[in-house]
Nanobody
């Protein structure tokens, strides 16, 4: 069974960096994608980045482009989200999710309903 588990959240100051990890396992092929989302209370879940396991394509939301970098370490089955120049508005619960039937990622990666498996989330708090 596919499992994704996030780690690496914490409390940091504005302007700092933080790296989140997503341990992903249980895939039967490399035809899947891992997305990172974030959500604040009473707000919709926002797609911020995605990486395709099959070809390494990456996608970013405008809100994080140039500050966040998604990458994968296939030997460790781990996907990372390197977050730089953090701002107080980046404060959220961050989730990673697995899409085991990726299609039209260029258009669909940002939608939570595209993903099949979700982690429990990790809190990121950025103080001003």
């Amino acid at each position: 069974e596919v499992q994704v588990v996030e780690s690496g959240g914490g409390l940091v100051q504005s302007g700092s960096s933080l790296r989140l990890s997503c341990a992903a396992s249980g895939f039967t092929s490399d035809d899947y994608a891992i997305g990172w989302f974030r959500q604040a209370p009473h707000k919709e879940r926002e797609g911020i980045s995605c990486i395709s396991a099959s070809d390494g394509s990456t996608y970013y939301a405008d809100s994080v482009k140039g500050r966040f970098t998604i990458s994968s370490d296939n030997a460790k089955n781990t996907i990372y989200l390197e977050m730089n120049s953090l701002k107080p508005e980046d404060t959220d619960v961050y989730y990673c999710a697995a899409d085991v039937r990726p299609r039209l990622l260029l258009k669909l990666w940002v939608h939570p309903w595209e993903y099949d498996y979700w982690g429990q989330g990790t809190q990121v708090t950025v103080s001003s």
